[in-house]
């Protein structure tokens, strides 16, 4: 069975831009989970999505959004980026909500100028 | 204060030496986490623990609710060991991480 797959792997960007990265789940799990990593701050959560709504939702500014799709594929979307933003965005799949076993991605690395 | 605290931050041992890492937290939690990142990035899950202990190859994982404490051990440690060890706990719908113990394990 496939592992999480995150797209793209490493992404530029500069300051006011927006960003979207990609999340595919496990075959058959319906939760997925997005979580930003930085060498100052560890790994903090972001949100959660299942059945296409969002769940839960982390201690980040409303610059952070996502989505989900009805294939439970995820997106997440930065809006107008900042400096601090440079950080390794990995999402996480389970069966459902709530479940307490996850999956990590390989993350997504952006580094905006 | 963090919910997740870890010790220690770093680790430099010896190929075959013993190896704990400690974990406190101060949330009730449905289940605690082990993880293990390498350089690169991707992260892989290496234990889930509600109580007890659970052992993998070379890797025990312990768990002691009520102390709200859980360790994780390597036996005779190998350069391939050589990662960022990440405690995570689930509390409600969110995880809550550790800052992570990064491991050197010298040939």
């Known amino acids: 069975k496939a592992g999480v797959t995150q797209t793209p792997r490493y992404l530029i960007k500069t300051r006011g831009q927006q960003v979207t990265l990609s999340c595919s789940p496990i075959?058959?799990?319906?939760?997925v989970s997005w979580y930003q990593q930085t060498p100052g701050q560890g790994l903090q959560f972001l949100f959660e999505y299942f059945s296409e709504t969002q769940r839960n939702k982390g201690n980040f500014p409303g610059r952070f959004s996502g989505r989900q799709f009805s294939n439970s594929r995820s997106e997440m979307n930065v809006s107008t980026l900042e400096l601090g933003d440079s950080a390794l965005y990995l999402c996480?799949?389970?069966?459902?909500?709530?479940?307490?076993?996850?999956?990590f991605g390989p993350g997504t690395r952006l580094t905006v100028l | 204060k963090n919910e997740v605290e870890q010790s220690p931050q770093n680790l430099t041992a010896q190929e075959g030496e013993f190896i704990t890492i400690n974990c406190s937290y101060s949330v009730g939690i449905s289940a605690l986490h082990w993880l293990q990142q390498h350089p690169g990035g991707g992260i892989v899950s290496l234990f889930m623990l509600s109580s007890g202990k659970k052992k993998h190859g070379r890797l025990i994982a312990t768990i002691n609710i009520q102390e709200k404490h859980s360790s994780l051990h390597i036996t005779a440690s190998h350069p391939r060991d050589s990662a960022v060890y990440i405690c995570?706990?689930?509390?409600?719908?969110?995880?809550?991480f550790g800052t992570g113990t990064s491991l050197t394990v010298i040939p």
């Open positions: 075959s058959g799990h319906r939760s």
């Open positions: 996480a799949s389970a069966r459902t909500s709530g479940s307490p076993e996850q999956f």
């Open positions: 995570a706990v689930r509390w409600g719908n969110q995880f809550y």
